[in-house]
């Protein structure tokens, strides 16, 4: 068996400072949190089986008209107003809102949530905030090697 000593935090503590010592920890373990392709695949098999069953129609949260994401996955008063209060700070216009709501929904599938949870909907805003930061700072590096910036 393989074995590591580690510095960290060993046992409860006595006192209310958290004490440091050398930890052994199992190299053997198998790690619980992995998830195979195969767990993945059906995650994403049972989420278009409940979004077909939602829309009665073979069609995705990407592809269903928004009217219908809105009758049939509505978002409470507060997520509402979470959304609406980030996409005022982040310039955001209403098609990228929109894309969130589908994201969310999609999210919330792969979950095997019935509705949006506040977690599903804060996924897609991080997500979206972080894609766009990735592209905001690609295209500065593109104008800066054009000397545009």
Partial sequence: ???????????ASSNRKERRSLCTGNL?????????????????EDAR???YQRYHSEITNAKVPFEIITETSS????????L??????????????????????TIADLAGDEKISDIALWEAVT???????????????????????
């Fill in 1 to 11: 068996m393989s074995k590591i000593r580690l510095f960290g935090t060993c046992g």
């Fill in 28 to 44: 053997d373990q198998t790690i619980k949190t992995q998830v195979s392709s195969i767990d993945i695949r059906k995650r994403v």
């Fill in 49 to 51: 089986q409940r979004q």
């Fill in 75 to 82: 978002l409470t008063t507060e997520q509402q107003r979470m």
């Fill in 84 to 105: 609406t209060n980030v996409a005022a700070k982040q310039n955001w216009s209403n098609r990228v809102q929109i894309k969130i709501i589908r994201l969310a929904r």
């Fill in 127 to 149: 997500l979206r905030r972080r894609g766009s930061s990735k592209t905001k700072s690609y295209c500065e590096g593109d104008m800066k090697e054009r000397g545009d910036g």
